[in-house]
């Protein structure tokens, strides 16, 4: 996997990606917008990659910028099912030094991209947090549109948020313009 725009490409994760990873979800922001309770070592995040690189019905992406190669985010493409051609999907930026610029946005949009240009699917689906309205937005702009809310599914400090589910077809991506 290797696609990208003037400003971002998505390349596959690689154990080497582990620090930067491990940084990221001990930063205590990121580990709330993502709602990660779970304490990991670099060791472990490592493992991970390493067990994911062999795993057919997953996808897993490092979000780097062109002009450097700095990785500023990580994601994935997961769960994926050819039969009823549908996947899942996460994104996550390697701390909140990298939000706020429109990356995010950028790096949904190539994902999705590829998900219905190469992978031929027809449905991604993710699910965010309500205490994440900047990244429910940043779907919306792509063409994710919400389809439910699990109410009080996080609890986090004492406080609860809801998990809104949402998703995008291949017709959502093509109406939008967004398609190649």
Not at 43 to 61: G, N, P, Y
Not at 132 to 159: C, M, T
Request: with cysteine; proline share 2%.
């Amino acid at each position: 996997m290797l696609i990208q725009d003037e400003v971002l490409y998505l390349r596959p994760v690689t154990p080497r990606d582990a620090g930067a990873i491990h940084a990221s979800v001990t930063e205590p922001e990121i580990r709330y917008l993502t709602g990660t309770h779970s304490l990991f070592t670099v060791e472990q995040v490592r493992q991970h990659i390493v067990t994911c690189e062999d795993d057919d019905s997953r996808i897993d992406f490092a979000v780097c910028l062109r002009e450097d190669d700095t990785m500023i985010g990580e994601g994935g493409i997961v769960e994926i099912d050819v039969a009823n051609q549908l996947a899942y999907f996460r994104i996550a930026m390697l701390g909140m030094k990298n939000t706020g610029k429109g990356y995010g946005t950028r790096a949904v949009l190539l994902a999705v991209r590829y998900v219905f240009d190469v992978l031929k699917l027809n449905r991604l689906q993710l699910e965010v947090y309500s205490h994440n309205p900047h990244a429910k937005r940043s779907y919306e702009k792509v063409g994710f549109q919400v389809e439910g809310i699990l109410r009080e599914k996080l609890l986090w400090d004492g406080v609860y948020s809801d998990e809104i589910v949402m998703s995008i077809l291949r017709k959502d991506y093509e109406k939008k313009g967004t398609a190649q």
